[in-house]
């Protein structure tokens, strides 16, 4: 098959995000200027730069998360494994502002150590970052998008002692979670090798 987007799939669902996947999920807490905590997963999430370390999530419309740092120039993507799957499902909920997601999904706030909101003591990976930019991206035709987009620089870096394996992270025993498209996630289970190929002139 092949559709137009303008007038539509015809499917039952929507297949993009089961299109684009997997994604990783952004576990993204932050704290107001006055001291609201907030957290939330998001699957539009992902790094564009390893040297600066840049991230990005993206809300659809300006959400607690977007706004919050927007507020104080900082968040926290906390990483979640396999083992926190229903907790961070349940951190979803659209609770009411001044509601700590924290306290509905049992999950514990833990100080950061070089910005303000605090990480999920629980999540065994963090990075602690600064907002570097917040944008509202346009379509092809110029029009904005519901979409905000928050890019942060990763100024701090939590790793849990039990996911290293021989000094290297070990995305197998924190069995990350990706989150695919319908209701579908899934987490690393397996991890296979390939070296990028060089060129060889004759």
Same mark, same amino acid.
């Given at each position: 098959?092949?559709?137009?987007?303008?007038?539509?799939?015809?499917?039952?669902?929507?297949?993009?995000?089961?299109?684009?996947?997997?994604?990783?999920?952004?576990?993204?807490?932050?704290?107001?200027?006055?001291?609201?905590?907030?957290?939330?997963?998001?699957?539009?999430?992902?790094?564009?730069?390893?040297?600066?370390?840049?991230?990005?999530?993206?809300?659809?419309?300006?959400?607690?998360?977007?706004?919050?740092?927007?507020?104080? /120039?900082? @968040?926290? %993507?906390?990483? #979640? *494994?396999?083992?926190?799957?229903?907790?961070?499902?349940?951190?979803?909920?659209?609770?009411?502002?001044?509601?700590?997601?924290?306290?509905?999904?049992?999950?514990?706030?833990?100080?950061?150590?070089?910005?303000?909101?605090?990480?999920?003591?629980?999540?065994?990976?963090?990075?602690?970052?600064?907002?570097?930019?917040?944008?509202?991206?346009?379509?092809?035709?110029?029009?904005?998008?519901?979409?905000?987009?928050?890019?942060?620089?990763?100024?701090?870096?939590?790793?849990?002692?039990?996911?290293?394996?021989? /000094?290297? @992270?070990? %995305?197998?025993? #924190? *069995?990350?979670?990706?989150?695919?498209?319908?209701?579908?996630?899934?987490?690393?289970?397996?991890?296979?090798?390939?070296?990028?190929?060089?060129?060889?002139?004759?």
């Amino acid at each position: 098959m092949f559709y137009e987007t303008a007038t539509g799939h015809g499917l039952p669902h929507d297949p993009s995000k089961a299109i684009v996947s997997p994604r990783p999920v952004g576990w993204i807490s932050t704290v107001s200027a006055s001291g609201a905590l907030n957290l939330a997963p998001y699957s539009f999430f992902n790094m564009f730069e390893s040297d600066p370390f840049l991230v990005w999530f993206s809300s659809s419309g300006e959400k607690d998360s977007a706004t919050f740092a927007r507020e104080t /120039g900082e @968040f926290v %993507v906390n990483i #979640a *494994g396999r083992d926190l799957v229903s907790k961070m499902v349940a951190s979803s909920v659209d609770a009411p502002r001044g509601v700590s997601e924290f306290g509905y999904a049992d999950l514990t706030p833990e100080p950061s150590r070089l910005v303000k909101p605090p990480r999920v003591r629980e999540a065994l990976a963090a990075l602690e970052c600064k907002v570097t930019d917040i944008m509202t991206p346009k379509t092809w035709s110029g029009a904005e998008c519901d979409a905000v987009v928050v890019s942060g620089e990763v100024i701090g870096v939590f790793i849990d002692d039990s996911v290293l394996t021989d /000094g290297m @992270f070990d %995305v197998v025993k #924190a *069995g990350n979670v990706a989150r695919l498209g319908y209701f579908d996630y899934l987490t690393v289970d397996r991890v296979f090798q390939m070296r990028r190929p060089r060129w060889k002139a004759d």
